[in-house]
T-cell receptor, first 113, second 116 residues
């Protein structure tokens, strides 16, 4: 079964606020994690990734935090915009299974003006 | 670079028929993975091909099959369609090299299959 899960199925924020989307994983062998954004009618779009030898990685307006001790991953979006409204998935890859990602259920982020 | 392309974008079939979906990876990518996305089950891994060989397989029945060509393009086939096969089928490509620091998968727009 899937080893990656999400704490909250929906998240509503006001435009300009920061958003935090959480993800839990259970497989200690997971060594690579990716966040994807999926808009309605489209395929998942790569946002940011992180290797297990890192705790934090920053991109443009996004930061991913990895806590291996509690097997927790989070995506922080700064100054959330209406265009950020989408479903966000975390995915993990276990080094022994190249080409296979395990996905969480997804969090629906809605940004209100 | 062009992204991952999938054809057709939409398909309507009836139970018992078979269907073939196509995926063209990003230029230079040798790994193609297929996923099924449904509201109830989320994103589930079907299989992955690398250099024309199936390298990984998910827990789907044998009605689901695939192949990869020498140019890395991939097809998946579903035979004897069932109502439950209605889903968005996504393919993703990556470099797929063992030992790579990051093997990011990039997704196509998907093929929406409806089985009546």
């Amino acid at each position: 079964g899937e080893s990656v899960g999400l704490h909250l199925p929906t998240l509503s924020v006001q435009e300009g606020d920061n958003s935090i989307i959480n993800c839990a994983y259970s497989n200690s062998a997971s060594d690579y994690f990716i966040w994807y954004k999926q808009e309605s009618g489209k395929g998942p779009q790569f946002i940011i990734d992180i290797r297990s030898n890192m705790d934090k990685r920053q991109g443009q307006r996004v930061t991913v935090l990895l806590n291996k001790t509690v097997k927790h991953l989070s995506l922080q979006i700064a100054a959330t915009q209406p265009g950020d409204s989408a479903v966000y998935f975390c995915a993990e890859n276990q080094g022994s299974t190249l080409g296979r990602l395990y996905f969480g259920r997804g969090t629906q982020l809605t940004v209100w003006p | 670079k062009a992204g991952v392309t999938q054809t057709p974008r939409y398909l309507i079939k009836t139970r018992g028929q078979q269907v073939t979906l196509s995926c063209s990876p990003i230029s230079g990518h040798r790994s193609v993975s297929w996923y099924q996305q449904t509201p109830g089950q989320g994103l589930q891994f079907l299989f992955e091909y690398f250099s024309e060989t199936q390298r990984n397989k998910g827990n789907f029945p044998g009605r689901f099959s695939g192949r990869q060509f020498s140019n890395s393009r991939s097809e998946m086939n579903v035979s004897t369609l069932e109502l439950g096969d209605s889903a968005l089928y996504l393919c993703a490509s990556s470099a797929g090299l063992a030992g790579a620091i990051r093997d990011t998968q990039y997704f196509g727009p998907g093929t929406r299959l409806t089985v009546l």
